[in-house]
């Protein structure tokens, strides 16, 4: 399976347009060793011909320009895009949909939740059906179903699992003070010929049990980054919200509950990967202190262009 960073940046990606914190305009003034970043979305393929996008960020026209791997191929129009999957709602996370209006009519696997909230709320869907237009595949994840094997078509060597997961519905939802199962799925991809499973999470709010399990069966992992600290944002004077009112583990835990670094201390996969990095978060300064304690606890920060094969 090969995996494709296109953004590796949470909503407002990095550094974002309005905002003078010491990381963005630091890494504006070439003052800090951090990379800019697009709005989180990965790209995953079997065959390194055909590709299933998972999220399509509001930033996808300069992430394809900037792959080779997503161009044009043969005849006039073409895209070796076949799918799109989303984890949620959120505008970082869908609105690059638009962008894919002038292709094909898009085959898009989401629950029903997201399916409401994208032809009511922000009902991008229906305007697309005056472009491409968009043909659902409904996963099935919903009232007591909270997990669903789905195929994509021409992607038979990938199995993926939907898996109902803690997190939050996006602002504009009337979902937002309480979540419903099917507001936020993680993803499980399995190549069926070696085996290999990619655990696909970029908004995770908590990691109980069930999580755990997933994620130790998972061979890499690309996990919630967003957020170092809980109250990272209102240190900062950026936000009067927390990690977790955003529906994101932090990286450092309290007494309370462990943070992502520590659930990834207790899990086994090769590669442990976070994506989805706000810019007020520390590990964006390759300098840094906290960064230094991901490479001591073997934990990668993805970046735009990264590729993992499998
Ligand atoms: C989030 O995941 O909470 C978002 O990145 C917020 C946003 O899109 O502004
Ligand atoms: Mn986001
Ligand atoms: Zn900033």
């Known amino acids: 399976m090969k995996i494709l960073v296109l953004g590796s940046g949470a909503g407002g990606g990095f550094p974002q347009w309005n905002c003078n914190c010491r ?4 890494q504006r003034q070439g003052e800090l060793a951090a990379h800019a970043r697009t709005q989180s979305s990965v790209a995953v393929s079997a065959d390194g011909e055909s590709w299933v996008l998972l ?7 300069q992430q394809i320009r ?12 073409d895209t070796p895009i076949k799918a799109v999957v989303l984890m949620d709602a959120q505008i970082d996370h869908v609105s690059g949909l638009l962008g894919l209006r002038e292709g094909p009519c898009v085959d898009l696997y989401a629950t029903p939740c997201v399916f409401e909230d994208l032809t009511t709320g922000l009902p991008l869907l229906n305007v697309l059906q005056h472009y491409c237009g968009t043909r659902w ?3 099935p994840v919903a009232g007591h179903q909270t997990r669903a094997d789905f195929e994509i078509d021409g992607f038979a060597s990938l199995r993926f699992t939907a898996l109902a997961i803690p997190g939050k519905a996006p602002p504009y939802s009337p979902h937002r003070r309480e979540q419903v199962v099917g507001d936020n799925i993680a993803l499980l991809i399995e ?6 499973r990619l ?20 061979d890499c992992l690309l996990v919630d980054g967003t957020f170092w600290e809980e109250e990272e944002m ?12 955003m529906g994101h583990l932090p990286q450092i835990g309290s007494a309370a509950r462990a943070g992502m670094v520590d ?10 990967v976070l994506i989805h990095i706000n810019n007020s978060n520390p590990i964006l300064d390759e300098a840094s202190a906290p960064r230094r304690l991901l490479d001591a606890h073997g934990i990668e920060v993805a970046y735009d262009g990264m590729e993992i094969t499998l």
């Open 23 to 26: 990381l963005c305009a630091g």
């Open 55 to 61: 999220n399509a960020s509001p930033d996808i026209g």
């Open 66 to 77: 900037n792959h080779p791997q997503l161009h044009p191929r043969q005849g006039l129009r």
């Open 137 to 139: 595949h409904m996963l």
């Open 191 to 196: 190549d069926l010929y070696d085996r290999r």
């Open 199 to 218: 655990f696909y999470s970029p908004g995770l709010a908590e990691v109980g049990p069930q999580e755990l399990q997933w994620m130790c069966d998972a």
């Open 234 to 245: 209102q240190r900062a004077g950026l936000s009067g919200k927390t990690a977790t009112e």
């Open 263 to 272: 659930v990834l201390q207790a899990t086994t996969a090769r590669r442990k």
